[in-house]
């Protein structure tokens, strides 16, 4: 027994220093990584374009606002991308059509880009909320690649309010009423 201890009260001193030495290991790593300057350079213009082309695609964009994209299985060529579309969207709402993503961005810097999309409040179906919640950094990608594109197509139809009948083509949306109207709380 008393064998044993003698072995066992070396190698439990031996292990705590051996965590005091390695605390203070990770404390000085810290600090010399602390001191070294950090100088993140953003995205070049080609990263940028090229997360702007992914997200474009992968965010649904080319769906509503690229004419015949989804029905090609997105096979429709670039030059014909975010045009807007005749093909409007009716409902509660009125009718919406997707705007010209292309002439849209032409009238705006960057920065009036940045706040346009960062407080974007549309009608159905445009899932606005969507873009809002991209970070910083993919809406800047969005804007590079949309200008990247340059100018084409024409303006999108005009909204339409509640019981206006749009032109074909559109789609109907036949929601559900909403629920009813509560009665007042007595008292």
């Excluded at 179906?125 to 590079?144: C, N, Q």
Aim: aromatic share 8%.
């Amino acid at each position: 027994m008393k064998s044993l201890r003698h072995f066992v009260v070396p190698a439990l001193a031996l292990l705590a220093l051996s965590a005091c030495q390695q605390a203070a290991s990770d404390t000085a790593a810290a600090a010399s990584a602390a001191s070294v300057p950090v100088t993140a350079a953003g995205p070049s213009d080609a990263e940028l374009l090229a997360q702007g082309d992914y997200l474009v695609r992968i965010a649904g964009c080319n769906d509503c606002h690229t004419p015949g994209y989804a029905e090609s299985g997105g096979a429709t060529p670039r030059e014909h991308w975010l045009v807007g579309s005749p093909l409007g969207w009716n409902g509660p709402w009125g009718t919406t059509y997707p705007a010209n993503l292309r002439l849209k961005v032409q009238d705006m810097d960057e920065a009036a880009w940045m706040k346009y999309s960062g407080e974007l409040h549309t009608r159905p179906p445009m899932p606005d909320f969507a873009l809002r919640t991209m970070t910083e950094s993919d809406r800047r990608a969005i804007y590079r690649f949309i200008r990247s594109l340059g100018p084409a197509g024409q303006a999108a139809p005009a909204y339409l309010p509640p019981g206006q009948k749009p032109q074909p083509p559109y789609v109907q949306w036949v929601l559900p009423p909403g629920p009813p109207p509560q009665a007042p709380a007595a008292g």
